[in-house]
């Protein structure tokens, strides 16, 4: 299958919206979690961030190279560095995955434990935050998906 065949993969413009998803959303993630000032208290919320701050570049460096493969319509066709966004991908979206459960886990604990260890505002926040999380890493999945599919046909 031609690299131009693969919707969502390096160079194409569906590739390009995915890694702007990515970005949008984990800048939504982090921003929430960061409005929570007692953040730091909690390690499922510093890895988050932590997380968040290694794939905002990530997503928006990938997302500015397919930006401009589409524009001189030259796509990217080295394997080698097509290996490495697709072990890139892979190893972020699983940090991701993990990142919005552990903050999903220990909010729903903060919500349920019966004691008032946050504010209802910033554990509302904090749940935005870890919704914004899964959804980048739905994005971030589909992008490592896509990118995998890609490299048989290299």
Do not use: H
Request: charged residues 5%; hydrophobic residues 55%; contains cysteine.
């Amino acid at each position: 299958m031609a690299m131009e065949g693969v919707p969502g993969s390096l160079g194409t413009r569906v590739g390009c919206s995915l890694r702007f998803g990515q970005t949008l959303f984990s800048c939504a993630s982090l921003l929430f979690m960061s409005l929570g000032v007692e953040f730091y208290s909690y390690t499922a919320f510093c890895y988050l961030v932590t997380i968040m701050g290694l794939v905002i570049p990530w997503s928006f460096t990938l997302a500015l190279v397919d930006g401009y493969s589409v524009l001189v319509r030259c796509p990217v066709r080295q394997p080698g560095v097509l290996v490495i966004i697709a072990a890139g991908d892979w190893v972020l979206s699983v940090l991701t995955l993990a990142a919005a459960c552990s903050t999903a886990s220990v909010v729903d604990l903060l919500f349920n434990s019966g004691w008032s260890f946050c504010a209802p505002k910033c554990c509302s926040r904090y749940q935005l935050s870890a919704v914004m999380a899964f959804l980048t890493w739905f994005l971030s999945l589909a992008s490592a998906l896509l990118n995998l599919w890609l490299l048989p046909s290299l």
